[in-house]
């Protein structure tokens, strides 16, 4: 497509600067009469070539074409999809007294990664104090990079021994993916 507006403005410049700046000037001598400017330059427009009109009917006149053309183009596109987690997690324990206690999961993503040691989870807390009370208490551990659709090495650790307050407490931890930092 672009080829063929290049050699369109290339014929119409060739158009322009191939003529010879006649024009039709207005004046009180000439009153029309087709004078020579060589500084004025109007561009010439091509006429569309005229199809022969068939008489079918008396009242109907009916084009015929004289030629058709098929253009076939063909353009590819490279869609990238980022690598995403596609799981939720949602862990619940009881701890009891001064009780350690390491949970396992899984966190799944939306693909295979094509690079190995290349897309690292990144956690928003790593370090929890579940209870506010000063003491971190739950700490959560996972491989340093995301190396297959399924990631199942992942921890989380809590020492109930820095729980000082009892009851039902809850903490919410984004995730998200990161790309090794260099190429």
Do not use: C
Request: glycine share 4%; hydrophobic share 40%; charged share 30%.
């Amino acid at each position: 497509m672009k080829v063929l507006l290049i050699l369109f403005y290339m014929l119409t410049q060739l158009i322009v600067f191939s003529s010879e700046g006649i024009m039709t000037l207005p004046s009180d001598e000439t009153m029309g009469t087709p004078v020579a400017n060589p500084s004025i330059a109007t561009p010439m427009i091509p006429l569309i070539p005229a199809s022969p009109v068939e008489k079918v009917d008396e009242n109907e006149d009916v084009w015929i074409l004289e030629k058709i053309s098929t253009v076939m183009m063909e353009s590819k596109v490279k869609v990238i999809v980022p690598l995403e987690i596609i799981s939720d997690i949602e862990i619940k324990a009881m701890i009891i007294d001064d009780q350690k206690l390491d949970i396992p999961f899984e966190i799944e993503m939306n693909k295979e990664p094509e690079k190995k040691d290349h897309y690292m989870l990144k956690y928003s807390q790593k370090e929890l104090d579940l209870d506010n009370d000063g003491n971190i208490d739950t700490k959560i551990y996972s491989p340093k990079y995301i190396n297959k659709k399924i990631v199942d090495d992942n921890v989380l650790s809590i020492d109930g021994s820095n729980i000082t307050k009892e009851g039902l407490h809850k903490k919410r931890v984004y995730i998200t993916v990161e790309v090794k930092d260099g190429k």
